[in-house]
């Protein structure tokens, strides 16, 4: 029917493309260097083809981690910059310190060097392809948004704002009152419908309605004719928690638990024994490592936060069972002699040292005692205050929901997500945490840990 439809990437695609055209052009690069040039270094033949493999696997987890897979870093020219040239001074020093796996090092130090540009500029140049042509608003897909009238704003830039490249170009009025635009959104009738999507290559209709008599017979034929004819029909809370991965709580009205299934691996014992073995094996290697930090910890508390060093709290775990919860301190003392409340951005209540502590995540190591007593997990939604749970479960029916898996020392939304200080912040770390708890599996603890060394290196603890 739409012969003009336009091409589009969506958010899982663009991830995939960037991971395997970084793979594919530098071992391109690689193998027209060693064809034309005096660079034996890396070469490929069926006997050393893990060279290849293991090049790739670098590639792909460093570039994790250093956010070269972050959409809106990979949009941006001078943060992907950033972001290749740290990807690639690690993937490579690694490459040389694994001589078991890669090539052992050359006499000539010159083809270290060769490798070492060869990588970065053929990745600099990609890249700078992709956020010049690909991530442009030539691939933008167009949808059109069926809602009623007073929810199409926060409809609309509640997707736009996490995808730029999906784009509403018109929405259907179901509430049957008067329309109005939107920024470049028009308005358009029922039965103009059809004829509208087949002159604005529109790809996808969102079904946003919360009124049931908002689809009218006329409207319902009009999507069933253009479902027939390949246009694709999304629910916009399905759609929503595609795009942004949270579960979109503030659309879904009180038979919450029909439209949100819990992952089968909250009860695959598999699954749970396995993640009860990482933990503690998570937790010895973080007690050891702090243990090594611990001298300068002390006297940094002791210049710069002048009282005790650790700070104990009372926190709600799973099953709503509370506990203790250890840390070291960073604010100041008595810091809630006036009763509790959120910690903010630029608390004045933080130490100096504890900036550092809180910035570099050093404050959360006596937590890995808590992992170990069961209390914790290495992932899971942040265990927050009693007195908070309280007040934040009276606006939000869903909150306590998060109890029904351990807190963690670091989790969904501490990696999607800045430091929430208020209760709207909260909302939108309880998607993130519903999200973890509907989706949860091996993969995404992963991927979770894999931000949550960008969150440390990039110095973006709060």
Sequence with gaps: ??????IHFEISERKLLLKGFDVIFVLLSLYLISAIFDFNYFTFSTTNYYWAIVLAVYINVFGSVFEMYNLQVASNQFQIIKSIILSTSTIVLFYLLTPI???????????????????????????????????????????????????????????????????FIAYVNSDGEDNFAF???????????????????VSEIVIASQKTDGITVTLYNQLIYLLENGVIIKEYTQLYETITQRIPVQYVSRD?????????NNQNQLYVSFTRFSDILFSIVGLAVGLAFLPLIVI???IGNKGSL????????????????????????????????????????????????????????????????GEMA?????????????????????????????????????????????????????????????????????????????????????
């Design 101 to 167: 796996y890669t090539p052992f090092l050359p006499s000539n130090r010159i083809q270290i060097v060769i490798f070492f540009i060869s990588i970065l500029f053929t990745l600099l140049a990609w890249r700078l392809f992709y956020v010049n042509f690909l991530a442009s608003h030539r691939f933008a897909k167009n949808a059109i948004l069926v809602c009623d009238k007073e929810q199409l704003i926060e409809l609309v830039t509640g997707l736009e704002s996490v995808d730029p490249h999906y784009k």
């Design 378 to 462: 290495i992932i899971g939604p942040r265990p927050e205050r009693p007195v908070f749970v309280i007040e934040i479960a009276q606006v939000m029916p869903f909150y306590e929901t998060r109890h029904v898996i351990k807190p963690g020392l670091t989790g969904w939304a501490q990696v999607n997500y800045t430091y929430g200080d208020s209760i709207a912040d909260s909302l939108v770390k309880l998607q993130y945490d519903l999200y973890y708890i509907k989706h949860r599996s091996i993969f995404l603890d992963i991927n979770i840990l894999v931000k949550t060394f960008s969150t440390v290196l990039f110095y973006r603890g709060q």
């Design 310 to 373: 650790f700070y104990f709290q009372k926190r709600i775990g799973k099953n709503g069972n509370v506990f203790q919860i250890y840390k070291f301190r960073t604010m100041v003392k008595n810091a809630e002699v006036n009763g509790a409340v959120f910690a903010t951005t630029n608390d004045s209540r933080i130490t100096p040292f504890g900036k550092f502590m809180r910035k570099t995540r050093l404050d959360e190591f006596p937590q890995f005692i808590n992992i170990l007593k």
């Design 183 to 201: 920024n470049s959104i028009k308005s358009i009738n029922v039965e103009d419908l059809e004829k509208y999507v087949k002159t604005n290559s």
């Design 300 to 302: 940094g508390n002791l």
């Design 1 to 6: 029917m739409n012969k003009n439809k336009k």
């Design 256 to 264: 919450f638990y029909r439209y949100f299934p819990f992952s089968r």
